[in-house]
Structure formats: C-alpha cells, structure tokens
Nanobody
Framework: QVQLVESGGGLVQPGGSLRLSCAAS????????MGWYRQAPGKQRELVAG???????NYAASVKGRFTISRDNAKNTVYLQMNSLEPEDTAVYYC???????????????WGQGTQVTVSS
C-alpha cells in the first residue's frame, strides 16, 4: 500500500507565492520520477513540472522561471515552489510518483488526491 499526500494549497493573490509538498509513504522500494500536474475546470490535466531521482527537471513553458520543483529522496517528498502566481495558475494540483514497491519488480505510477490552488484578488 502506497499513499501520496499533498499539502500547501490555498488562496493567494496574484503575484504571491505558495509551496506545495507531496510525501509518499508505504511499502516503497524506490521512487524514480516524481512530478506535479494540474487540472483547471473544463480543461485536461497537464504536466507542470517533473524531476528524476538524480535531480534532472523539466517544466511546462507556462511556468518556467516562476515555479521550481525539488525533492528530498530521504523523505520520499517532492516540492513545488510557485512564485509570481497568476490567475491562470488556478487549478487542482496533483503529485505523482513512479515507483517500485517492496517485493515487486514492476514500476507503477501513483497519484495524490490533489490540492486546490486559487489565485485571485
């Protein structure tokens, strides 16, 4: 059993900042890639940022230069620092992790339950 639990969402004014966290727990052997996605009302879920176990990152063009993804492998946790937030960033943010569970040889993708980020004055 593996769980991903997000925290840090909320309401922020345009130009403000938020930091999201996502902690993975359970029978985890190793976590490979981790990432953040978001889904706005009426839109498809889209990749925001991803990070490999070695620390290589990639970002959606719309957030590059404003958002920073990082991870703490010892804590099985991924973070998303969001600066200069815009109303267009309003969405439910989901984290995911590609991992192998203890006793398994298969890589499976797990998702968190999502956390709401609202950017509004």
């Amino acid at each position: 059993q593996v769980q991903l639990v997000e925290s840090g969402g909320g309401l922020v004014q345009p130009g403000g900042s938020l930091r999201l966290s996502c902690a993975a727990s359970g029978s985890i052997f190793s976590i490979y890639a981790m990432g953040w996605y978001r889904q706005a009302p009426g839109k498809q879920r889209e990749l925001v940022a991803g990070i490999t176990r070695g620390g290589s990152t990639n970002y959606a063009a719309s957030v590059k230069g404003r958002f920073t993804i990082s991870r703490d492998n010892a804590k099985n946790t991924v973070y998303l620092q969001m600066n200069s937030l815009e109303p267009e960033d309003t969405a439910v943010y989901y984290c995911n992790a590609e991992l192998i569970t203890s006793g398994s040889y298969s890589m499976v993708t797990y998702w968190g339950q999502g956390t709401q980020v609202t950017v509004s004055s």
